[in-house]
């Protein structure tokens, strides 16, 4: 996700940071292409437009035009401005001082509630906290099922009522009945995982609502499709309007999203992004921190979340240990294949290298050596009998 983006981000700044001299007219046609960047990427175009003025209000600005690098002055005011429409900070969870903190999982059928409802289980059940997931949608039993699944690979407790009990009992009833176990057993965190439908109508609110009065969740968290774009911040936006929502999770971050709800979903509705779904593993689940953001757009990395991602994957004691076999000489393949297994949990190898500084040229310079070695690897094919007969088969096709 934002691939495109940062590139064209990167391919207009780098123009600015090449001038000595900039004129209200270079930064003028730098921020036509901008613009277009962002409205391709499917931010809003009243964000957009109000994103440019605001940039180009403070980048025409006499501090900026005289600097000895207006370039990278000009580059600044862009990551302030991008920062500003994400949010400033990094929205947390609203924690209890009096547990149990309970959080109220909302949104659209299919937009991944469940899976995120897990991994928030994963998150605190790894900073010692005792978690309860609740099952709060009866209508589909595969719902439950699968959060009971999600529950026994986590070791996590789940309140689900009973089949028979499910089809006489309403949702309020079970989040309650939930809620009360999870006080009285002494739980630090409920989730309620709760219902959604295809579409918003006016059953799913009412019972939202309802469940929101009886047991006063400390934070109502939207799980939208980052996938479906505007449609996302349209939707956060009706949510928050007839619930109430303290913050939003996109979730399938990882796909080719054009990133338009990442960018513009604070600013449409005046709700942070907490966390940002990145894979359907458990542990695919990231703090959403605007600053970093900003600076992976604009090319710049993001090497504090790699460090974390490090620290998540590998202990001091493993390091220290994998460094006295590579200096002593001892370093086995075991040892190597340990450090590919601590690698591969990271992430991928395209989101590192998507957290490194320059990260997106080494992505390009890849994908050019993959290309290069398949066709390497196929005029070596086309050299024998057997790949002559092929090229002379698909010769005659076309």
Do not use: Y
């Not at 003025?53 to 005289?66: I, S």
Request: glycine share 10%.
């Amino acid at each position: 996700m934002l691939d495109a983006l940062s590139d064209k981000f990167e391919k207009i700044l780098k123009k600015l940071r090449g001038q000595g001299v900039l004129t209200e007219q270079n930064i003028t046609e730098a921020l036509k292409d901008v613009r277009f960047a962002l409205l391709e990427a499917d931010v809003n175009f009243k964000i957009v437009k109000e994103f440019i003025d605001r940039v180009r209000q403070k980048a025409v600005g006499q501090e900026v035009l005289q600097s000895l690098t207006p370039g990278h002055q000009v580059v600044k005011v862009v990551w302030d401005e991008l920062r500003a429409m994400m949010g400033h900070e990094r929205a947390g969870l609203a924690l209890s001082s009096m547990p149990p903190t309970i959080l109220m999982m909302v949104g659209l059928q299919g937009a991944g509630k469940t899976t995120a409802s897990g991994k928030l289980a994963r998150l605190f059940k790894n900073q010692g906290k005792r978690v309860l997931l609740v099952a709060a949608d009866p209508r589909r039993p595969a719902a439950g099922e699968q959060l009971s699944a999600l529950g026994r690979d986590l070791g996590v407790e789940v309140h689900r009522a009973d089949h028979i009990q499910a089809s006489q009992m309403d949702v309020v009833r079970i989040c309650r009945a939930g809620v009360e176990r999870g006080r009285d057993q002494g739980f630090d965190l409920i989730i309620l995982d709760t219902g959604g439908r295809l579409h918003i109508d006016d059953e799913l609110m009412d019972e939202l609502v309802a469940v929101k009065t009886a047991v006063s969740p400390h934070e109502v968290l939207l799980v939208a499709d980052a996938m479906t774009g505007q449609d996302a911040v349209t939707m956060a936006g009706q949510f928050d309007q007839k619930v109430g929502v303290t913050g939003v999770i996109l979730t399938k971050v990882e796909g080719d999203a054009r990133g338009g709800a990442v960018l513009s979903i604070r600013a449409a509705t005046g709700k942070p992004i907490k966390f940002l779904g990145v894979g359907e593993k458990l542990d695919a689940l990231e703090p959403f921190h605007p600053d970093r953001m900003a600076s992976r757009i604009l090319g710049m990395g993001d090497v504090l979340s790699l460090i974390e991602k490090a620290q998540e994957s590998i202990t001091r004691e493993q390091a220290e240990e994998a460094q006295k076999r590579l200096t002593s000489n001892t370093f086995t393949l075991e040892d190597f294949r340990t450090q590919l297994g601590q690698m591969s949990r990271m992430g991928s190898f395209e989101q590192i290298l998507g957290m490194l500084p320059g990260g997106q040229k080494l992505k390009h310079a890849m994908e050019l050596i993959k290309q290069f070695l398949s066709a390497k690897k196929l005029a070596k094919a086309m050299t024998g009998a057997g790949g002559r007969r092929q090229l002379a088969q698909l010769m005659r096709s076309m």
